[in-house]
């Protein structure tokens, strides 16, 4: 049966892409690939995708780099596929936007799992004001806006935020002042889909005080709670 997702597989190593893209297919997506980034970026000028499997390590322009540029201009959300010794390389990523990493080799099965995790994650987001009553939290000199997936300072400054951002930043925002754990946070972002790792929340809500926090090093907003876990530290508004 055809899936409506269309996602884009993105590895210089025909071994991998080839079979990945053969078999994301048998699941029913609609795929396509692309050996470089600058196959990538000519597929994403002429097609919407729902979701990117992106490779780090290649010839030329590298995953990172590409992550970046797809960031800058779109949230569509982008899984990353690692080797077991780039650890850096995928805090980076996570840092640049990605929604989630793969460790190489993978077991296909696992890819999908967290694909599907990934895709229901960001389809809980409204797609527009039309599509939803429009319900924003106030909290200390930020708004954030259900629906449009964004953080607004009193100064005008505007924040996109990725998928998990977004939704590890609204689930603290609707217990506010209440310490969630890690394994709560999975569970409230839907994260248990799949085998998420417990640094994976911490590296998100690392990104999410570099882009809330007037001083990242010392956070007055995002705390964290030791022994429990992370918290909203301020007065919500939900409106």
Not at 20 to 49: I, P
Not at 58 to 81: F, K, N, T, Y
Request: aromatic share 6%; charged share 30%.
């Amino acid at each position: 049966m055809q899936n409506s997702h269309h996602i884009l597989v993105v590895d210089d190593h025909r071994d991998i892409r080839e079979p990945l893209t053969k078999y994301m297919g048998q699941q029913g997506y609609r795929v396509s690939s692309a050996a470089d980034a600058a196959q990538a970026r000519d597929l994403l000028q002429t097609n919407r995708f729902d979701l990117i499997v992106l490779d780090i390590m290649m010839p030329g322009e590298d995953g990172l780099s590409l992550c970046r540029h797809i960031r800058a201009s779109s949230q569509v959300p982008v899984i990353l596929l690692t080797a077991v010794s780039d650890e850096i390389d995928r805090i980076l990523g996570l840092e640049l936007g990605a929604d989630d990493y793969v460790v190489k080799p993978f077991n296909p099965r696992e890819l999908l799992a967290r694909i599907k995790s990934v895709l229901r994650r960001s389809e809980t987001m409204p797609r527009s004001a039309e599509a939803a009553t429009l319900r924003r939290y106030r909290f200390d000199d930020w708004v954030l806006t259900i629906n449009a997936r964004e953080v607004e300072h009193v100064d005008g400054r505007v924040v996109t935020l990725t998928t998990s951002e977004f939704q590890i930043l609204l689930a603290m925002l609707e217990r506010p002042n209440f310490a969630l754990s890690r394994d709560q946070l999975l569970d409230l972002t839907k994260g248990r889909a799949a085998v998420v790792f417990d640094r994976t929340i911490d590296n998100h809500v690392s990104r999410l005080r570099q882009k809330l926090e007037a001083d990242p090093a010392s956070p007055r907003l995002l705390q964290t709670v030791w022994g429990r876990g992370y918290k909203i530290a301020c007065e919500v508004i939900a409106e």
